[in-house]
């Protein structure tokens, strides 16, 4: 299975814009791009998804370019609660469910 | 309403004893999912179910066995436990499949001795 790739990670302070990118080179061409925050001790909790170009919604942005071999997830203004791990999901081009990869994980730390 | 509930929480098995893992979901989801998720590794697909009486392998699927007998209900067994199978296992549900929203459960953290 081809990798997605992610930072392992990051550092920004309170208020900051931050931004994650996945590389992600053989992905299946009719499937979208998910993203997902994880705390210690929990289950992974959806963030966003999109398809192409750009998507928003009230916790954060993704940004997907033409070729999708890419994406970034941006978190507007982030607070010591942003502090977490970010996983990207796709899936592979050629397979079923069983193509779905994750991302090994950016683990994000927010200073005050 | 619940979400994914996973059962049991905690669990300690010796090497080559079997359990099974119970997740539910109240969301009358088509899909189900199992993960392990080790340090480092990111989260790997176990075994996946697209409908009731339905189950397919996942990246990792050896050593493992999975029923999907109630839609509600996704069942994963290890026969033999292996040192190797220690790990958190986290099982989802979405309403479509492939890398669309997916609902996790809190996690069962399995050590085997």
């Known amino acids: 299975l081809a990798k997605t790739t992610q930072p392992i990670s990051m550092d920004s302070y309170e208020g900051q814009e931050v931004n994650i990118t996945c590389s992600h080179n053989?992905?299946?061409?009719?499937?979208?791009i998910t993203w997902y925050q994880q705390f210690p001790s929990q289950g992974p909790r959806f963030i966003i998804q999109?398809?192409?170009t750009k998507v928003t919604n009230e916790v954060a942005s993704l940004f997907i370019p033409a070729d999708r071999k890419s994406s970034t997830l941006s978190l507007p203004r982030v607070s010591l609660s942003d502090t977490a791990v970010y996983y990207c999901?796709?899936?592979?081009?050629?397979?079923?469910?069983?193509?779905?990869?994750f991302g090994k994980g950016t683990h994000l730390i927010i200073q005050p | 309403n619940a979400g994914v509930t996973q059962t049991p929480k905690f669990r300690v098995l010796k090497t080559g004893q079997s359990m099974t893992l119970l997740c539910a979901q109240d969301?009358?989801?088509?899909?189900m999912y199992w993960y392990r998720q080790d340090p480092g590794m990111g989260l790997r697909l176990i075994h996946y179910?697209?409908?009731?009486?339905?189950?397919a392998k996942g990246e990792v699927p050896d050593g493992y066995n999975v029923s999907r007998l109630k839609k509600q209900n996704f069942l994963l067994g290890l026969e033999s436990a292996a040192p190797s199978q220690t790990s958190v296992y986290f099982c989802?549900?979405?309403?479509?499949?492939?890398?669309?929203?997916?609902?996790f459960g809190p996690g069962t953290r399995l050590t085997v001795t």
């Open positions: 989802a549900s979405s309403v479509a499949g492939g890398p669309r929203e997916q609902y």
């Open positions: 053989n992905i299946a061409t009719n499937d979208y």
């Open positions: 999109g398809y192409k």
């Open positions: 999901l796709v899936k592979n081009s050629g397979g079923g469910a069983d193509g779905l990869t």
């Open positions: 969301m009358n989801h088509e899909y």
């Open positions: 179910s697209v409908g009731e009486g339905t189950t």
